[in-house]
């Protein structure tokens, strides 16, 4: 019998809005009508991007990540640190989650395999052999674009067609300024472990301003694109990044890490009712 704790803690439930979330968005974009968004692949694949898709994202972080995370106290102190002999059973199950969802995509809806390829390409080799893009800098950044494949994906779905390109683009510029951030309380953790990241990189000071350019960037397209509310949002997180600068010291900085899962759920409510409000109500 799986542990199912364990398997629940590998994939971060205080996470899984992240690729929950966007799944909602993309949905509430590309649905017709209000009856699009309690179809039944609707409904299925909204299964599918909370415990299957997250286990598959942070099951094999962890599983490629131990001789790094053994050194990080964060893992032991606010995450699970997943030990050597547990990595046989872990990808047994994360294939057991993931395969027949693969297999419902491309019978339910094969219009959206490429968005479901994207995600998982991104997934698993952002930690996996041999790309290893978490290992890259500026590479590892980039890979998050992972957590926009969801909400392609609906969209996609539903629509046949894939996200607007400026619109997938500024979404992945956001999701590049979260890595980054999230990398600045793991600095020291990862440079004893001889991995290279963006902040190990940049150092704390620049990583910041890399993440101010990311989300400024973003704002223009979304300002250039006339979609204001998203840009406004956007607004909202130059501003924790500016608080975040005046932060001294890892446990000042981790604080603000810890926040940002709220921060993120509360900005992803507002941006699905934005979307879905003008349309259907």
Not at 65 to 75: A, G, S
Request: aromatic share 18%.
């Amino acid at each position: 019998m799986p542990d199912t704790t364990f398997f629940l803690k590998v994939s971060r439930p205080r996470f899984w809005i992240y690729v929950f979330g966007p799944y909602l968005v993309g949905l509430a974009a590309g649905a017709a009508s209000r009856e699009d968004l309690l179809r039944l692949d609707a409904l299925l694949f909204g299964l599918y991007f909370l415990l299957p898709a997250n286990l598959l994202i942070y099951g094999v972080n962890d599983i490629f990540d131990w001789e790094t995370d053994r050194l990080n106290p964060k893992k032991t102190e606010y995450e699970t640190l997943v030990q050597p002999g547990s990595h046989r059973q872990l990808i047994f199950w994360i294939a057991v989650l993931n395969i027949p969802f693969v297999v419902a995509t491309y019978i339910l809806a094969p219009q959206a395999l490429p968005s479901l390829a994207g995600f998982i390409f991104f997934s698993v080799f952002y930690s996996a052999t041999p790309i290893r893009a978490k290992t890259v800098p500026f590479i590892d950044s980039l890979f998050n674009v992972l957590y926009v494949f969801p909400a392609a994906f609906a969209y996609q779905m539903l629509t046949g067609t894939f996200l607007p390109l400026g619109i997938f683009a500024a979404a992945g510029l956001w999701t590049m300024a979260m890595h980054a951030y999230s990398a600045i309380p793991d600095i020291k953790a990862d440079e004893e472990a001889g991995l290279a990241t963006i902040a190990t990189q940049l150092g704390e000071t620049w990583t910041h301003i890399f993440c101010i350019a990311c989300y400024f960037v973003a704002i223009l397209i979304c300002f250039d694109a006339g979609f204001a509310a998203p840009a406004i949002i956007g607004a909202a997180y130059l501003f924790l990044m500016l608080l975040s600068l005046r932060v001294k010291g890892d446990m000042g900085i981790f604080t603000f890490y810890r926040l940002f899962p709220i921060i993120n759920t509360i900005a992803g409510f507002a941006l699905f009712w934005l979307v879905a409000w003008p349309k259907f109500f």
